[in-house]
């Protein structure tokens, strides 16, 4: 998203609202001078994003009526792992009961900001006086709150959902922007389904973020490989673990790297920057494996437990996703985006449907896979699936033997996801930021 702002700011003033302790951060990313909001055309505002007990209670109330199978699955494996079983009545029931039917959304959203009743934003629109507001994130309280804001004001709205599954997990929208912006078909058929977004009210662009994949900008191999301490005469594995936030007491993301440490590869580790990762020690075997830490911020050091969300990474880091996923020969990893970024590379992957052990359903790594939006990665054919270490095993040797097995798939799978590779992204939803200010 960092070249949109730039973009806008050709023609406008550009004002960003981010958390207060998040401003240097992004006063780095847009080259501002240090220790000042603002330069050029692009300002950087900090905002208290602290929530309410008011907000939590909404948050609560509009996953409680949201009827997908994914929060299904959710509120059952939450339930599975010991909740509280009228906690688990509370959360599945007014969804089974309303269904989320239009009445019941219309009136959630006639609702919503009665209840809410926040003016926390009023002095930044009485300083700023903005002709249109873009929410990035239209699920977010923060975004809800300044939607509200603007609508009450008259100011011509936007936002966009921020990822493939937020449509089926993070709820149904409190706030409704003029237009609203989608990656692909499939979630502008979800907002239209879910959600009863007029379909005329919704530009499909494509992903920002994957602009910078159509030309990108690479290390010299040596130069990536060696700071790295990886052998640039060995194949790479790029490995993307699953997590301890997805899995109880993770021990699978430590047996794919033993089933991996047996390969005469490189295996790069790429740490999630939300996640922390329960390791047994590194296995010292054939392959020669290397971990990588991403997204490391100061300010998670000083927010507990909430700041694994606060997961804005570097240019640097950026950079190395890119570098890694050029050079891989094969990526594997779970129920992650990183199999669309690796097919705009061409790059074959894996993803991993077993346990270390007999499971339940809902305590298992294959309920993931049941989820709204992945059944279509799948059925892409864009990925191989292991159902075991030794068919993981087996699938890795088979890709590094033939980097073009799933070629096809791959292709088809970012042109659903994505758009077509090439770029323009950013520039598409720019002109759409644009028509919606003078609409």
């Known amino acids: 998203m960092a070249g949109v ?77 010991g909740g509280n ?31 809410l009743r926040s003016r926390r934003f009023a002095p930044l629109f009485a300083k700023y006086q903005p002709a249109l507001v873009f929410a990035t994130d239209l ?41 609203v912006v989608v990656h692909n078909e499939s ?11 007029p379909a005329d009210t919704i530009a499909v662009v494509g992903i920002p973020h994957y602009d910078r994949y159509a030309e990108p900008a690479v290390t010299v191999r040596e130069d990536f490989f060696a700071p790295l301490g990886l052998d640039k005469n060995r194949k790479l594995v790029l490995f993307a673990p699953i997590g301890d936030r997805y899995i109880r007491d993770n021990k699978l993301d430590a047996l794919i790297l033993e089933t991996l440490s047996h390969l005469d590869v490189n295996v ?20 020669h494996i290397v971990v990588q830490k991403t997204g490391d911020r100061p300010w998670k050091n000083a927010h507990g437990g909430g700041a694994s969300k606060l997961n804005e990474i570097t240019r640097q880091d950026e950079q190395t996703l890119i570098d890694s996923l050029y050079y891989a020969d094969v990526l594997v990893t779970g129920q992650s985006t990183m199999v669309i970024d690796a097919a705009a590379f061409d790059t074959p992957s894996i993803i991993i449907d077993f346990d270390t052990e007999p499971r339940e359903y809902y305590d298992s790594m294959h309920r993931y896979y049941d989820y709204e939006y992945y059944p279509p990665v ?3 054919g864009g990925v191989f699936v292991a159902r075991s270490p030794e068919e993981l095993r087996i699938l890795v040797e ?5 980097r073009a097995l799933g070629h096809d798939g791959r292709m088809r799978l970012f042109a659903e996801q994505a758009g077509e590779l090439g770029g323009g992204s950013a520039e598409r939803l720019v002109e759409a930021l644009r028509s919606a200010i003078y609409s």
Not at 89 to 108: D, M
Not at 398 to 402: F, Q
Request: hydrophobic share 45%; no cysteine.
């Open 187 to 197: 979630l502008k058929r979800q907002m239209i389904e879910k959600n009863f977004i």
């Open 268 to 287: 790069l580790v790429r740490l999630p920057p939300t996640d922390t990762i329960a390791y047994l020690p590194v296995p010292n075997n054939r392959a």
């Open 5 to 81: 702002p730039a973009l806008l700011a050709n023609t406008h003033r550009v004002v960003l609202l981010v958390p207060q302790e998040k401003v240097s951060y992004f006063a780095d990313e847009f080259g501002l001078p240090a220790g000042k909001a603002g330069g050029g055309e692009i300002i950087v505002e900090g905002v208290d994003t602290t929530l309410t007990r008011r907000d939590r209670l909404l948050r609560y109330a509009v996953l409680a009526i949201t009827r997908t199978k994914g929060l299904a699955i959710k509120r059952r494996a939450k339930y599975a792992a």
């Open 398 to 402: 088979s890709s590094l033997t033939d």
């Open 378 to 380: 799948i059925q892409s």
């Open 85 to 115: 079983l009228l906690s688990y009545i509370g959360s599945a029931l007014p969804s089974a009961l309303l269904r989320g039917a239009r009445p019941v959304v219309a009136a959630l959203r006639f609702f919503d900001p009665l209840v």
């Open 139 to 179: 699920q977010n309280e923060m975004d809800v709150r300044l939607l509200e804001e603007a609508k009450a004001r008259g100011v011509a709205t936007a936002g966009m959902i921020r990822s493939w599954d937020n449509v089926s997990s993070k709820g149904l929208l409190r706030a409704v922007p003029a237009l």
